[in-house]
């Protein structure tokens, strides 16, 4: 699975938007960019996964740029609630993918009131 | 409904002992794995079952730890002759077939071990 590349730590403005950025370069053809979150003293959350589409859900927005190197996590509305270290996770499927998470070491994002 | 629980929340045991963590996956969730959090650490992925076999166990750090997985639900990672440096949060998600789609992961609480 593809490496990927997050700065360590952000801060963002209660009620602004976060924009998480995320690097994977050596992205293949087959794999998918994934972004799970980590609250503090809980497990990982799935938030959003997207192949070369930009992709949108209840919690936030996948934007991946055109050549797919790199993509941004959007939370649009920031809440303190969503304070966490954020992962992106690049993953190939199929039958011979385990399906297994390679985590790095994520951004902390910190909203401040 | 009910999510992955993992039983105990907290362990603590001293060095030498062996240590035995649960995990109750989703019900209908055929994949299921563990990962362990060490203090300053990452996420690392320990195992993967699926169904009742774990075709990558490529994770677990030695031979002292094991785990496995009955009637395609419950797991248990044990933990033989636990050193210091077993201390973390074990963590164990589970998920629809991972090899027939784009599965999420759902996570349980963890279980954190400490090792005296």
């Known amino acids: 699975d593809a490496k990927t590349t997050q700065p360590p730590s952000m801060d963002c403005a209660e009620g602004r938007a976060a924009n998480l950025p995320c690097n994977h370069s050596?992205?293949?053809?087959?794999?998918?960019v994934y972004w799970y979150r980590q609250i503090h003293s809980q497990g990982p959350q799935y938030i959003i996964h997207g192949l070369k589409n930009n992709e949108t859900n209840e919690m936030a927005s996948l934007i991946i740029t055109e050549d797919r190197k790199s993509s941004t996590l959007i939370l649009p509305h920031a809440t303190l609630r969503d304070t966490a270290v954020y992962y992106c996770i690049v993953r190939a499927f199929g039958s011979s993918n385990t399906g297994k998470l390679i985590f790095g070491q994520g951004t902390t994002l910190q909203v401040k009131p | 409904g009910a999510g992955v629980s993992q039983s105990p929340s907290n362990k603590v045991t001293e060095k030498g002992k062996d240590v035995e963590l649960r995990c109750d996956p989703i019900s209908g969730h055929t994949a299921l794995y563990w990962y362990r959090q060490s203090l300053g650490q990452g996420l690392e992925f320990l195992i993967y079952?699926?169904?009742?076999?774990?075709?990558?166990k490529s994770g677990l750090p030695s031979d002292r730890f094991s785990a496995e997985r009955t009637g395609g639900s419950v797991s248990t990672l044990t933990i033989q002759r636990t050193q210091q440096e077993d201390s973390a949060v074990y963590l164990c998600?589970?998920?629809?077939?991972?090899?027939?789609?784009?599965?999420?992961?759902?996570f349980g609480p963890g279980t954190r071990l400490t090792v005296l």
């Open positions: 998600a589970s998920s629809l077939d991972s090899r027939t789609g784009i599965n999420e992961q759902f």
């Open positions: 079952f699926q169904g009742n076999s774990a075709p990558d």
């Open positions: 050596t992205i293949s053809g087959n794999e998918y």
